[in-house]
């Protein structure tokens, strides 16, 4: 029986992978060197606003709600992640915080956000994890209160509604990547207590707005990762994403799709330390030949391309199941972002170990990836939480 298409890329799609190679590795690797570590790299967006990549994520325009494919998302970022990690990350992280406009908000909200985005001027985020509240999104505790109840920073009132005001947000949220230097944040809060994901609403919310605050966390990654502070921040009906007490909602539909891509994003990390072992393994020296020559490195450098390939294949089936249209694609994301996580921290490990010392040096293209790749076990769903969407949905009926 052949293989479906989603196991074998078209011309046009290959020719379209190694545009964006090219372009990174001339324009955007670059840029991404001189940023500083750790922020918004501002001059980074506004190239790949120019040559059109961050368009690329919304094919219905400045002011359209048409989706990416997911597979055209996962070619994109697993095409930067081979050269620019940096670039790679940039652009999801767009993606990532605008879609939940995108796909949930006003016509108002769309025509005024997405052509600024789309042009790389301004910075979006997504706002979903708390201190207490990682894996278990349901929980979030971020208090969304009616204006003019008098309840202050405390939780909100139980009927989930809004006065003629709208609401203020009290509570923080940590972890947010591109925060507190983004511009706008999707930012879901809960509006109805003890009502788990059916009381979250999301919001967008300017970082202009009085009572928003910020500070940046210093992480093992080295894209922008931080802390917002909401302080009787006000919100009206025309900031809502979707429907009251419907936000939890909002968050899932955008990662369902984002979630296949991560694990483009490693598989793109993964290939890269790899072409990067077996560029130094036919050339390394050692007792008397050169390292790919042992069996022990050989092997090695043979497993790690399996498994690649494999992460690879398991990430393209999720993703074109998503744009088919597949009801069930849940598990299949899941084991997409599972496998081609946990195969990329293998594959770059060994590769540090196949360097050696080589690797350890700051500035490596391995010591960069070692750090960059703890990341995406956790975020968007840890590996533990994809193992449970996984067996949950093995029985499904």
């Not at 972890?175 to 809960?190: G, L, T």
């Not at 979630?259 to 598989?267: C, D, L």
């Not at 990329?344 to 500035?363: E, K, P, R, S």
């Amino acid at each position: 029986m052949e293989s479906g298409p989603q196991f074998r890329l078209t011309p046009a799609q290959s020719a379209f992978c190694a545009q964006v190679r090219a372009l990174a590795e001339t324009d955007l690797a670059p840029l991404a060197a001189a940023g500083a570590p750790g922020h918004v790299n501002r001059p980074l967006l506004a190239a790949m606003g120019r040559h059109g990549l961050l368009a690329r994520l919304f094919p219905g325009g400045a002011d359209g709600r048409a989706e990416a494919a997911a597979l055209d998302l996962c070619l994109l970022r697993e095409s930067l992640a081979q050269v620019s990690t940096e670039a790679e990350t940039a652009l999801a992280l767009q993606g990532l915080g605008t879609y939940p406009v995108v796909q949930s908000g006003t016509q108002e909200q769309i025509a005024h956000w997405l052509p600024k985005v789309v042009a790389g001027e301004a910075v979006a985020a997504f706002a979903l994890s708390e201190p207490g509240s990682g894996s278990d999104a349901a929980s979030l505790s971020l208090a969304a209160t009616p204006a003019g109840s008098g309840s202050g920073s405390g939780a909100a009132p139980g009927s989930g509604s809004e006065s003629s005001e709208g609401w203020t947000l009290n509570g923080e949220k940590i972890w947010i990547s591109n925060a507190p230097e983004a511009d706008f944040y999707s930012v879901f809060a809960r509006t109805t207590p003890d009502a788990g994901a059916r009381g979250v609403t999301a919001f967008l919310v300017p970082a202009d707005r009085p009572g928003v605050g910020g500070e940046h966390l210093d992480m093992i990654s080295p894209h922008p990762i931080g802390r917002v502070t909401f302080d009787n921040v006000p919100v009206t009906r025309a900031d809502l994403l979707g429907d009251v007490d419907q936000g939890f909602r909002v968050a899932m539909r955008t990662l369902d799709l984002f979630r296949p891509s991560v694990g483009a994003f490693a598989v793109g990390m993964a290939q890269a330390a790899l072409d990067a072992s077996i560029t130094h393994a036919g050339r390394r020296e050692a007792f008397g030949g050169v390292l790919k020559d042992l069996q022990a490195v050989s092997h090695n450098l043979a497993e790690m391309a399996t498994r690649t390939e494999a992460a690879r294949l398991l990430v393209y089936s999720a993703a074109e199941a998503y744009d088919s249209g597949e009801k069930r694609i849940a598990g299949r994301s899941a084991m997409a972002k599972l496998f081609a996580t946990e195969t990329a921290q293998f594959v770059i490990d060994a590769a540090v170990q196949i360097h050696g010392a080589l690797a350890l040096q700051q500035g490596h293209l391995l010591e960069h990836l070692y750090r960059e790749v703890r990341a995406p076990r956790i975020y968007e769903g840890a590996s533990e939480v994809q193992r449970t969407i996984i067996g949950r949905e093995l029985y499904r009926s």
